[in-house]
């Protein structure tokens, strides 16, 4: 740390201790006050079970809660791996390899992290015996097509099998948890009328099982039924690479909204489920998550939601055609150059997309084709690629505006990346690198502080990206006097809020956790500038 840093510092670090003892006696007097304000939450329950039409059941504050405040947290009643995912450990959920050299189950044959895996025979939560027993029985029809030959559609179809086949086996195995599961909203009616998604079920699982697999005694309605369970129900979650899908007891009670005032996460070691409020509630406002990715467009957005929850969110966000300020589906007018692209009705998903500024229209059709042309393109980009992802944000900055959310996914990547890869680490930097950071990290958290406010996963990783490029530049600005101390001191208390805030958030998320970790960092880090 340079000297001078250190001298700033240290007359801050002054400055506070004064301030403490001044408001050391405020905060005596609001201590009793906030003493009896928990007592009094202690006792009401925060939240109760609801029902509507529009919702069914669903939980509503039953007292004001506080950001922050633990609503639920409570063990899954099934988990498996998710659907459409690649090759994963039947036991941890862990990424695995197709190859003869992988580890693999000497019972089945299907590929496994490694012989010690912590899933191994652990009932509920890992590759039992029961099921070793059933893919044993059919290797043909199972792990002998999981080799380096396999297609991404054959991947995908066995392993969605996984978890509705450790459904159906509670069945015998613990039937109060499968009539737990089976009391969970299907919504068979509606998908027996959607005729794309009751055929797939149909072909890839229920005939599947039932012809292929001759598990004749798993009836056709009830694995329907699974089937529509997982699709309104389950959570996907992770931790240090793992990716699985569970269900748990109650949190699937909360109702969908695309801009929540809940977060949730996941133990890496029991995939037990954290589920807080991310910002003040108020009493009877209704408790809500997101069925989809926050950082989505609305269009797409909308139909990843009806495509598995089956219905059409009509939430505040998706009626706004600029999505509660944050505009992160305009695109540039390609006629005038000047104006925005945005839906006309966002709630209609057929309307045309128009110009603000002249006549220029695109349709849905056209639209949806352009993004998925782009998104395909950015897919094709590994997320460490910093060359790669700065010239798909050049390509794409006359085509989308700088808050749309492919460019912001970009932008999320190379927050990451810059300061943490060889050739790119912090002291490799330009200046001009570093600035870059800076800015993208702004930009990002901008929208979030938007669309997920409070204490959410997101603005707690990116706050604590951004405070290092905020502290290196200072530094730098000082050393070579193009900063005043004035606005030095203005950066690093900055750096100290952006810290404060991040090690708050991220300290909330389970031990062993990677956010967790960071969160730990965070708090290291203000210790060290003495704060």
Known sequence: MWPLMSALLQRRQHKQHAQAQAQAQAKARVQAKETELESEQDLAPAFRVAHSELFGRYLVANRQLAAGELLITEQPLAIGPCVSCEP????????????????????????????????????????????????????????????????????????????????????????????????????????????????????????????????QQLEAAELHEICGILDVNCFEIGQHGAKARTLYPSAFLLAHDCSPNTAHTDDPLSYAILLRTSRAVREQETLTLSYAYTLQGTLKRRSFIQGGKLFWCRCRRCADPRELGSDCSALVCRSCQ????????????????????????????????????????????????????????????????????????????????????????????????????????????????????????????????LHAPIMVLAQLGMQTGQMSRQEFQKRINEVVKLLTESAHILQLEPAGSSEHEMGRAAADALIKMGC
């Open 88 to 215: 994963v450990c039947l036991g941890c959920y862990r990424p695995v390899q197709l190859t003869a050299q992988q580890y693999r189950c000497a019972g089945c044959g299907w590929p496994l992290c490694g012989a010690s895996c912590r899933g191994m025979q652990q009932r509920r939560l890992g590759h039992t015996e029961e099921e070793c027993e059933i893919y044993g029985q059919r290797r043909g029809l199972a792990a002998e097509l999981l080799t380096t030959h396999a297609t991404p559609d054959q991947v995908r179809d066995l392993y969605e099998l996984v978890l509705i086949v450790r459904i159906a086996l509670l069945r015998h195995l613990t039937p109060d948890l499968y009539a737990q599961i089976r009391r969970m909203e299907s919504h068979t009616a509606a998908r027996r009328e959607n005729a794309t998604l009751w055929q797939h079920y149909e072909q890839k699982v229920v005939r599947r099982l039932r012809d292929d697999w001759q598990l």
């Open 338 to 465: 000047l104006g925005s692209i945005r839906a006309i009705d966002p709630l209609d998903q057929s309307a045309d997309w128009a110009c603000d500024r002249c006549a220029h229209r695109l349709s849905a059709v056209q639209l949806e084709r352009l993004l998925d042309r782009i998104n395909d393109d950015l897919e094709s980009i590994d997320v460490h690629d910093i060359p790669a992802l700065e010239n798909f944000l050049a390509r794409y900055r006359e085509v989308l505006r700088p808050n749309h959310y492919l460019l912001l996914s970009a932008k999320y990547s190379l927050c990451q990346t810059y300061g943490r890869i060889e050739g790119y680490l912090l002291p490799e930097l330009s200046p001009q690198d570093i600035a870059r950071k800076e800015r993208y990290c702004r930009e990002f958290l901008a929208v979030i502080d938007l669309l997920e406010p409070g204490l959410t996963r997101l603005r707690g990783v990116i706050m604590y990206e």
